[in-house]
T-cell receptor, first 116, second 113 residues
Framework: NAGVTQTPKFQVLKTGQSMTLQCAQDMNHEYMSWYRQDPGMGLRLIHYSVGAGITDQGEVPNGYNVSRSTTEDFPLRLLSAAPSQTSVYFC???????????????FGPGTRLTVL | GENVEQHPSTLSVQEGDSAVIKCTYSDSASNYFPWYKQELGKRPQLIIDIRSNVGEKKDQRIAVTLNKTAKHFSLHITETQPEDSAVYFCAASLSNTGNQFYFGTGTSLTVIP
């Protein structure tokens, strides 16, 4: 049981480049989410999904796209990277609030992204 | 949406002393309040949580209290040890909205040996 995995661990992009951050979980969790973590700002929700085929925006969705074609995978796409997207990105998963009342979110190891 | 405020942003204590971190939330419908610990370069990990039908919960040296009327909750760490040094995040969630968590901005705790 690998839990939540993320790739890559580190990435450097130039302004305007695109890339996809990968996230996968093997716990059959319905709920998956992406956060960015910036110094002094905590964890801010980018996008989330309550199940395959269903995604929605969080607090800071601009500049990011997501899709959820399977229960296991939830990739985050940056279409045209900007320096303001330099951050540490965490993926998390949990059982859905629909099937469990309260649920721990399990975090992946994070991706440190630098946009030059 | 929900707004979670966390204080203090930094906290230094002597080993063996207690540490208290406080959070407030704005949405009275929030009903789940987890606390996460994040060591340098690592992922956040759940250390304790509390639900809105409980006023206090304790797990060894860690305790959390919840005041629903005042909309605030606190983390208490007793007999602090150097390995408690980390960043601590509080969060609030309304469980029936698909587990959207709203995090505080974090408290950097340093335990001085």
């Amino acid at each position: 049981n690998a839990g939540v995995t993320q790739t890559p661990k580190f990435q450097v992009l130039k302004t305007g480049q695109s890339m996809t951050l990968q996230c996968a979980q093997d716990m059959n969790h319905e709920y998956m989410s992406w956060y960015r973590q910036d110094p002094g700002m905590g964890l801010r929700l980018i996008h989330y999904s309550v199940g395959a085929g269903i995604t929605d925006q969080g607090e800071v969705p601009n500049g990011y796209n997501v899709s959820r074609s399977t229960t296991e995978d939830f990739p985050l796409r940056l279409l045209s990277a900007a320096p303001s997207q330099t951050s540490v990105y965490f993926c998390a998963s949990s059982y859905s609030g629909a099937s469990y009342s309260y649920n721990e979110q399990f975090f992946g190891p994070g991706t440190r992204l630098t946009v030059l | 949406g929900e707004n979670v405020e966390q204080h203090p942003s930094t906290l230094s204590v002597q080993e063996g002393d207690s540490a208290v971190i406080k959070c407030t939330y704005s949405d009275s419908a929030s009903n789940y309040f987890p606390w996460y610990k994040q060591e340098l370069g690592k992922r956040p990990q759940l250390i304790i949580d509390i639900r809105s039908n409980v006023g206090e919960k304790k797990d060894q040296r860690i305790a959390v209290t919840l005041n629903k009327t005042a909309k605030h909750f606190s983390l208490h760490i007793t007999e602090t040890q150097p390995e408690d040094s980390a960043v601590y995040f509080c969060a609030a969630s309304l469980s029936n909205t698909g587990n959207q968590f709203y995090f505080g901005t974090g408290t950097s705790l340093t335990v001085i040996p």
